[in-house]
Structure formats: C-alpha cells, structure tokens
C-alpha cells in the first residue's frame, strides 16, 4: 500500500512539473488530468497560477474550466459505457435511487452544484453517475463547465483580494466542516433557482399581458 501511494505521489509530481510552466494552457491540462484521472490540489494549483498573473485571472478561470468539462468526460463515458452494476458496489440500491431521483427532476442542478463545491466532494461519483444515468453530453459538459467556472471564479477572487494563502485555509476548513460547508450552499442554490424561476414566469406573466 505504501508503495502505490508513493507511485501516485511520484506520478502527481511528475505531472505538475510538466504541465505547471504551461501558464494558461497548463491550467486547463491540469484540470483536464485533476477530473479524468488522478485528482490534484487543483485549488492551490490555481492560486498559484493566478497570483503570478492577476492580470489574466479570467483566462486560467475559463480555460481550467473547460479542462475539467473535457476530462470528465472520461468518467462519464465510462459510467455510460455499463457502469451500473459498478455503481451499485460502491453505493447502495438507497443511494442509488437516491441520485437517480436527483436527476431525473434536475439533472442539469445535480451536474452543476457538486461541480460548485470543493473537495471533499466526490464529485467523481456524480459524473459517473451522470454517464449511468445517460444524461446528455451537451447538458453535462456545460453544468461542469458553470460550476466549475463559479468555483474557480471565487477562487480567484479570494486571491486576488487576500493572497494565495487564504485557499489553503479555506481548504482545511472544508474538511472539518464539510456537512455545514454542503447545507449552506444548498441554500443558496435553492434561493438562487427560486429567484431564477421567479423572474422567468414574471417576465412570461408580463410578455403575455
């Protein structure tokens, strides 16, 4: 066992030593590699990326988040491909009918909201369950692709304002206050949608009077 963590420790290191100097384009690679295969710190990544050019914040923002739409697609397509029978190891039929529900009423919301949110979410789980569940590709790419631009859009933000080290801190506080961390920003994605489908049936209400 240690011998694997040593491996994937060497393998990270190895794939951040290349892709780190790429500037832009690195950080969409990263991100690419961070949701296809082996997870990275990909938060203190960006603010690395991002305090060494504040300048250009919005294009490490817009091009991680495509990296991280592209390379989920490699989850994906594996939940799509038979990935049912897999699922059911990892969760049980409750969980199970539980996220089948989920998106079968919102599965666009399902896709975007743990994309929102940082680690210790297994947003993995979600994607593969977005390929089990055959939700289409155009729909997922671009609920990953908001969510995660949200993300690292207040990634950013956060940076600029307080410097990179205030990621790291956010990040342990995370951790230890993770079930906290989740209710919260279900609330504000719940007052969000309902403010979202309040204006579109007033504006439906006003153009049909």
Do not use: C
């Not at 963590?5 to 060497?10: A, D, F, P, R």
């Not at 079968?104 to 909201?113: D, G, K, S, T, V």
């Amino acid at each position: 066992m240690k011998l694997i963590t040593k491996l994937l420790l060497k393998y990270k290191l190895y794939i951040l030593a290349i892709l780190g100097p790429l500037g832009v384009w690195g950080a969409g690679l990263v991100a690419f590699v961070d949701s296809g295969t082996m997870p990275v710190p990909m938060d203190l990544i960006m603010a690395g990326y991002i305090w060494a050019d504040k300048r250009h914040f919005y294009l490490y923002v817009l091009l991680a988040a495509a990296g991280s739409a592209l390379g989920g697609l490699i989850p994906f397509f594996l939940g799509r491909a038979g990935g049912e029978l897999f699922l059911l190891r990892r969760i049980d039929r409750a969980r199970y009918e539980q996220l089948l529900r989920k998106f079968e009423r919102q599965e666009f919301l399902a896709m975007l909201i743990p994309s929102m949110l940082p680690p210790p979410t297994p947003w993995k789980l979600f994607v593969f369950a977005a390929g089990v569940f055959e939700m289409r590709v155009v729909d997922f790419m671009l609920a990953v692709f908001v969510g995660r631009v949200l993300r690292f859009g207040i990634t950013a933000i956060l940076v600029i304002r307080y410097g990179p080290q205030i990621v790291g801190l956010f990040s342990e506080l995370a951790k230890q206050h993770t079930r906290g961390l989740f209710t919260g920003l279900g609330i504000l994605v719940a007052f969000l949608v309902f403010w979202i489908v309040r204006k579109t049936l007033r504006n439906k209400n006003v153009a049909t009077a």
